[in-house]
């Protein structure tokens, strides 16, 4: 696989501490979704932790099928989120174009450690759009 650094830019240290208490994350093995309506797609989003350690490479797996599970075309675009706030994005923003499965590395900055991140994946297809989110807290080790 090839590795791809995220381009994480951070707001000034005021808004950081004013939004630090939003957020949250239940820990599960699931992205949660943030739609509300039924969509004629499914998309997971998927890594091996919420823990992902500063500058090694952290995989993450994206899938969408229609609803019969067969793969479809779909596009992604990832953000980094501090509460409700963007502060990044992954690849400066850049839009990928796939069929199916979406497979990359992300190395997260070590600025990034200390903050409760969330990492939105924006996933359109067939005309709709689901977005993924999955709480993230960089480690350093």
């Not at 502060?87 to 900055?109: A, C, L, M, S």
Request: glycine share 8%.
């Amino acid at each position: 696989m090839r590795r791809k650094p995220l381009q994480l830019v951070l707001l000034a240290v005021s808004v950081l501490a004013f939004t630090a208490a939003c957020g949250g994350s239940s820990g599960t093995e699931k992205a949660t979704t943030k739609n509300a309506t039924t969509l004629p797609f499914k998309a997971t989003f998927s890594a091996p932790t919420h823990h992902p350690v500063v500058n090694k490479n952290w995989p993450i797996t994206v899938t969408v099928s229609n609803l019969s599970g067969k793969p479809i075309a779909a596009t992604l675009q990832m953000n980094v989120l501090l509460g409700s706030l963007q502060v990044g994005q992954v690849d400066n923003g850049k839009i990928h174009r796939f069929v199916g499965r979406y497979r990359e590395n992300i190395t997260w900055p070590k600025e990034s450690v200390g903050h409760k991140l969330t990492l939105q994946a924006v996933i359109k297809a067939k005309g709709k759009t689901k977005k993924l989110l999955w709480a993230v807290a960089v480690v350093s080790k």
